[in-house]
Each structure stands twice: as C-alpha cells, then as structure tokens.
C-alpha cells in the first residue's frame, strides 16, 4: 500500500508530508567527484543493508524512462535524480513510505512520504532506516557543523520537512506572494508540486524549512507544526470569507467540475490536475459528497501520464489515446466495481 493510500491528518489543508535527511559516507568523495566504480560500491553496499529488511532495490540504469518518470510522478525521487546519467538506485519500502535515494546530489537521501500531516511520524520512519544505515557506515561528520553535504544549505541537520499544501482560497485572494514573502522570512520556502524549480498546480504547494545549520531537529518539526497550523487557519479564514452570490459561483463552479471528472471521455493531466482542486474544496465545503480524499490523492499519482502509461495493458500511441485512458481510470477510481 502505497502513501497515497492512507488518509492522515488536516487532510482538507494538507495533502502530505515529507522527511528527507541527507547522508553522506566517509571515504568517498561527493558525488559531483564520484567516479562510477564508487558510485556502484556504495549502491551495493546500501543496497545489502536494506534489502533484507523489505527494501526494493531499483537500479535508475536499468529501468526506462517513462519508468524513471514515474517514480518522481510518485514522489519518491526528484526530477534531477531520474534523469542522471551517473549510476544511481532508489531503495523502496513503499508500504511505510520510505525511499533512500543513493547517489543523488549526496551520497544517500533517506526520505519519508506520508499522507496529511504526519512531520514527527515521518520523520521517526526516515530516522529508523538512517540509524541502520549508521550502523554500517560512519557518516561525514564535524562537531562545529554537523552533517557534511555536498551543497551547503544542508549542513548541519540534513533534514528537510516538505509540506505539500492545498491552498486555493489564499491562491484566489492574490495571497500566495505575500505569503511566501512572510515565510522567507523565518526560513521557509515556498515551491510548485515536485519541489525546488517546479511551477504550482491546482493550488498545491510544498512548504519546507531552508535552515538546517544552527538548529536542532526538534526545533525544525516544532517551526513547520507551527507554521503549518498558521497557514492551515489562514486558508480555512480566507475559505469562509467566501459568502452570498461569490459562494454559490463557487459551488456551481465545483460541482461543474465534479461532474466533468466523474463522465468526461477524454482528459487531460492538466485538466485533470485543475479538476481534482475543484473536487477536493468542493469536499472541504460540503459541496461533494460521494467522493474522498483518498480517491483524489490516489488519482493524483496514478493517473499522471508516466504511471498511468505503466498500468496500461498496451502503450497509448497518441495524447489522445492516453487522455482517453486517463478518463477510464478516473472512472474506475470514482466508479469501482462490486
């Protein structure tokens, strides 16, 4: 069973949490200097760690890339790791969530997904796996600067708390500037849905801490369960300032769009993407009622084009084949059968 799957908390403000510590291994250089025999050394170290204990091991040079695609679809690697051209592999315990990603821009990337708002039961999963990777290996470390990484941002603690948000009502304010202005300013970021460098779609956004030297990761948990909270009210405040003839345009707005979801033939990822917003404020408010966030969060991953194309029983050949393919799956999902 996979993240997208289990129903956590805040589900009608945050889709899902993310913990990622970042590792790096004594006597090897960074990977920027790592030549392909270390590359494969650690990858087969990691590797003999992990699989015992239930990790998939997949090797990034031995898979296709629609394949690669479909993994950063899921969230379990970044679009920078499933186009490296260096040796590389994901070690996979999907039903816990946990991805270590090896020889991306440091040497491991161990990482928690989880659905809602989950940041310390996240980040105890991805802390487990890393203090057995610690038992293996002896991790680059200074007293004065914590965790070496590659990129200094990373110094210290190596985590990084990514909320993904679904803010539609601050987005339809013209709020989201001001917001992410606010937010630089106690050492948050503001990113689109796959993170650093991607746009926002359907109104979703990942918030995460930039700051990892200087503090303790206590500290970090305790700054996002705060900051998500004020962002949380701020959307149900700005949700509920929606009133008379603005409210009704709403509701005819989502329910349109809930049935276009529900009996469309032919549709788009980016429609789709557009629709799932619509649907899931329409839950939020009351409006929709025989659907779930479950549904949508399933829907999210599964009917984006690399993953949707792996589930097919035969390769769409057009765009059109394949929208008509993500229509059936929409169906499917909403409509299941027995």
């Given at each position: 069973m996979?993240?997208?799957?289990l129903?956590?908390?805040?589900a009608d403000?945050?889709?899902s949490t993310?913990?990622?510590l970042?590792?790096?291994?004594?006597g090897?250089?960074?990977?920027s200097?790592?030549?392909?025999a270390?590359a494969g050394?650690?990858?087969e170290?990691?590797?003999s760690?992990?699989?015992p204990s239930?990790?998939?091991?997949?090797?990034?040079?031995?898979?296709?890339?629609?394949?690669?695609?479909s993994f950063?679809?899921?969230?379990?690697?970044?679009?920078e790791f499933?186009l490296q051209?260096?040796?590389?592999?994901?070690l996979?315990q999907?039903?816990?969530?946990v991805?270590?990603?090896?020889?991306e821009e440091?040497?491991?990337r161990?990482?928690c997904?989880?659905a809602?708002?989950a940041?310390?039961?996240?980040?105890?999963?991805a802390s487990?796996?890393?203090k057995r990777?610690?038992?293996?290996?002896?991790f680059?470390?200074?007293?004065?600067?914590g965790?070496?990484?590659q990129?200094?941002t990373?110094l210290?603690?190596?985590l990084?708390?990514s909320v993904?948000m679904?803010?539609p009502?601050?987005?339809?304010?013209?709020?989201?500037?001001?917001?992410?202005?606010?937010?630089?300013?106690?050492g948050?970021?503001?990113r689109?849905?796959f993170?650093?460098?991607s746009a926002?779609?359907?109104c979703m956004?990942?918030?995460?801490?930039?700051v990892t030297?200087?503090?303790?990761?206590?500290?970090t948990?305790?700054?996002?369960n705060e900051?998500i909270?004020q962002?949380?009210?701020?959307?149900?405040?700005?949700?509920a300032a929606?009133v008379?003839?603005?409210?009704?345009?709403?509701?005819?707005?989502i329910?349109r769009s809930e049935g276009?979801?529900?009996y469309?033939?032919f549709?788009t990822?980016?429609?789709?993407?557009?629709?799932l917003?619509?649907?899931?404020l329409?839950i939020a408010l009351?409006y929709?009622?025989?659907i779930s966030?479950?549904?949508l969060?399933?829907?999210?991953v599964e009917a984006?084009?690399?993953?949707?194309?792996?589930?097919?029983?035969?390769?769409?050949?057009t765009?059109s084949?394949r929208?008509?393919l993500?229509?059936?799956k929409?169906?499917?999902?909403l409509?299941?059968?027995?």
């Amino acid at each position: 069973m996979s993240w997208y799957h289990l129903q956590g908390k805040c589900a009608d403000t945050v889709i899902s949490t993310r913990v990622r510590l970042a590792r790096n291994i004594v006597g090897y250089p960074f990977v920027s200097k790592l030549d392909s025999a270390g590359a494969g050394e650690i990858i087969e170290k990691v590797g003999s760690t992990l699989e015992p204990s239930g990790f998939r091991k997949i090797n990034f040079s031995d898979i296709s890339p629609i394949m690669a695609t479909s993994f950063v679809e899921r969230h379990y690697v970044s679009p920078e790791f499933s186009l490296q051209e260096s040796p590389h592999a994901l070690l996979l315990q999907e039903q816990n969530g946990v991805a270590v990603m090896v020889c991306e821009e440091d040497h491991l990337r161990v990482q928690c997904i989880l659905a809602g708002f989950a940041p310390e039961e996240a980040y105890q999963n991805a802390s487990e796996i890393e203090k057995r990777l610690d038992e293996e290996f002896d991790f680059a470390y200074e007293e004065a600067l914590g965790y070496l990484t590659q990129c200094p941002t990373n110094l210290g603690t190596g985590l990084r708390v990514s909320v993904m948000m679904f803010l539609p009502a601050l987005s339809r304010a013209g709020s989201m500037n001001s917001l992410a202005a606010q937010l630089s300013k106690i050492g948050l970021a503001v990113r689109g849905l796959f993170g650093e460098n991607s746009a926002s779609a359907g109104c979703m956004y990942q918030i995460s801490n930039q700051v990892t030297l200087g503090v303790s990761e206590s500290e970090t948990l305790c700054m996002m369960n705060e900051a998500i909270s004020q962002i949380s009210e701020k959307e149900k405040l700005a949700r509920a300032a929606i009133v008379g003839e603005a409210q009704e345009r709403l509701q005819d707005h989502i329910l349109r769009s809930e049935g276009i979801l529900r009996y469309a033939l032919f549709l788009t990822s980016s429609e789709l993407i557009r629709l799932l917003s619509d649907v899931r404020l329409g839950i939020a408010l009351g409006y929709v009622k025989d659907i779930s966030y479950e549904q949508l969060n399933t829907l999210l991953v599964e009917a984006m084009p690399a993953t949707l194309t792996l589930s097919s029983e035969s390769t769409p050949k057009t765009e059109s084949a394949r929208d008509k393919l993500r229509a059936v799956k929409v169906q499917s999902v909403l409509h299941p059968k027995g």
